[in-house]
Nanobody, 124 residues
Framework: VQLQAYGGGLVQAGGSLRLSCAAS???????MGWFRQAPGKEREFVAS????????AYADSVKGRFTISSDNAKNTVYLQMNSLTPEDTAVYYC???????????????????WGQGTLVTVSS
């Protein structure tokens, strides 16, 4: 499985960005997730969506501001980010878990494949 993430950039606080991640290869019955890593911090879960059924999960810090969605025909997942704050500045990574146990949705170690990351910078 190969993942290509894009859409990052520089935005002012209060602005919006949409990230995209296209998956290729064997991607049956997967969960796609977004994680982020700020300088000096550990990688943290942002959001996820299951291919089958479309169930979503969000980190508390982004709930109500970020929306994850997918286009299964294109094997692409999107992360719409609104009301951005400087605390959202990070490298954002998309990831795929082939057979994810629900209780491990927020654990980076549960994901099998990772994209290269795209930088989001929010200026104050």
């Amino acid at each position: 499985v190969q993942l290509q993430a894009y859409g990052g950039g520089l935005v002012q606080a209060g602005g919006s960005l949409r990230l995209s991640c296209a998956a290729s290869g064997r991607t049956f019955s997967y969960t796609m997730g977004w994680f982020r890593q700020a300088p000096g911090k550990e990688r943290e879960f942002v959001a996820s969506i299951r291919r089958s059924g479309g169930a979503t999960a969000y980190a508390d810090s982004v709930k109500g501001r970020f929306t994850i969605s997918s286009d299964n025909a294109k094997n692409t997942v999107y992360l719409q980010m609104n009301s951005l704050t400087p605390e959202d500045t990070a490298v954002y990574y998309c990831a795929v878990a082939q057979h994810l146990i629900l209780s491990r949705t927020r654990q980076a170690s549960a994901y099998d494949y990772w994209g290269q990351g795209t930088l989001v910078t929010v200026s104050s």
